[in-house]
């Protein structure tokens, strides 16, 4: 992830091993991760069950907050795909009765169609 692209807060993704370490003693049982991003440090995580916040906290981001979310608690979603002037696309998830959905910035390149499909797949 490039610098400017974290500092304007974009997502791209995250790989394998990282995720791995973090959350090792998190992911119950059956339970896989399907696709990852990273915006500056914090990160949010597309398993087979649920969506996870994770919101790493202070200087040194040694203390983070996991935010659960099981997909059928996701109520909407939407995606804005990048226009001509436009680079980014938007991931909006709306869940519960919150009036204010979760917003995601997604960089030229990365796939958020492929997201989208991830959550119509376990949320629908």
């Excluded at 974290?6 to 399907?34: C, Q, R, W």
């Amino acid at each position: 992830m490039g610098l400017l692209s974290g500092i304007l807060g974009n997502a791209s993704e995250v790989d394998n091993e990282k995720l791995d370490k973090l959350l090792g003693d998190t992911l119950v049982e059956g339970e896989h991760i399907e696709k990852a991003y990273q915006v500056i440090r914090d990160m949010f995580v597309f398993s087979n069950k649920r969506l996870l916040l994770i919101d790493k906290q202070g200087v040194t981001g040694s203390k983070v907050e996991i935010l659960s979310i099981p997909y059928s608690k996701i109520t909407k979603f939407s995606k804005e795909s990048a226009g001509h002037f436009d680079l980014d696309s938007e991931l909006k998830i709306w869940v519960g009765s919150d009036p204010t959905p979760i917003t995601k910035e997604f960089k030229a390149g990365d796939n958020i169609n492929e997201v989208y499909r991830i959550i119509s797949t376990y949320a629908l």
